[in-house]
């Protein structure tokens, strides 16, 4: 079971390139995320799924967006990149088994970008 | 708004015990503990629903004050793998995790 895996572990880019950022889970959770961590902070949430086809908005959304085609995958893609988005990205799954039970988050490995 | 975690740092002997405490301004429903190795991924530890339960895993377990909005950690006779930094989320209503918000984590150092 390999869990949530990200890839790129490390990435470089120029100011205005654009990348994405791949997320698959193999737990078949319905529930996904995309968080940033800047260095001696905490995650913030950038985007989320509750489903397949299903994305909404967290805290920090500008300049990425996502897409849920399957509820396996549920990629990042950052447009124009600008230093600001240097930090690490992490991204997570969970399963709402019911409702008000609270979920615990799977997190991926990680992926360390850096907009020089 | 972000919760406010303190303290800050801790540096510990192994052994020793320690208490890193999770504070809201405002009520909630949920706190999560996390813990996150340097480089690593966040781990999570325990959910903490309001009725003021305590839980446990391992030599690590925590409390949960509905009441003053706060929650703590206990680390009791410290290990070094228990280094790392560590996260509350707090949840001022039951939904998905994309109600959770994260404090700025408090790093702990267990020394021999």
């Known amino acids: 079971n390999a869990g949530v895996t990200q890839t790129p572990k490390f990435r470089i880019l120029k100011i205005g390139q654009s990348m994405t950022l791949q997320c698959t889970q193999d737990?078949?959770?319905?529930?996904m995320y995309w968080y940033r961590q800047d260095p001696g902070m905490g995650l913030k949430l950038i985007y989320y799924?509750?489903?397949?086809?299903?994305?909404d908005k967290g805290e920090v959304p500008n300049g990425y967006n996502v897409s849920r085609s399957t509820t396996e995958d549920f990629p990042l893609r950052l447009e124009l990149a600008a230093p600001s988005q240097t930090s690490v990205y992490f991204c997570?799954?969970?399963?709402?088994?019911?409702?008000?039970?609270?979920?615990?988050?799977?997190f991926g490995s990680g992926t360390q970008l850096s907009v020089l | 708004q972000q919760p406010v975690q303190s303290p800050q740092a801790v540096i510990l002997r192994e052994g020793e015990d320690a208490v890193i405490n999770c504070s809201s301004s405002?009520?909630?429903?949920?706190v999560h503990w996390y813990r996150q190795k340097h480089g690593e991924a966040p781990v999570f530890l325990m959910i903490l629903l309001k009725g003021g339960e305590q839980k446990g895993h391992e030599k690590i377990s925590a409390s949960f004050n509905e009441k003053k909005q706060q929650s703590s950690l206990y680390l009791t006779a410290s290990q070094l793998s228990y280094s790392g930094t560590y996260f509350c989320g707090t949840e001022t209503q039951p939904g998905t995790a994309s109600k959770l918000t994260f404090g700025t984590g408090t790093r702990l150092q267990v020394t021999l």
């Open positions: 997570a799954s969970s399963y709402l088994a019911r409702e008000g039970r609270g979920e615990k988050l799977f």
């Open positions: 799924s509750v489903g397949a086809g299903i994305t």
């Open positions: 405002k009520a909630l429903y949920s």
């Open positions: 737990m078949n959770h319905n529930y």
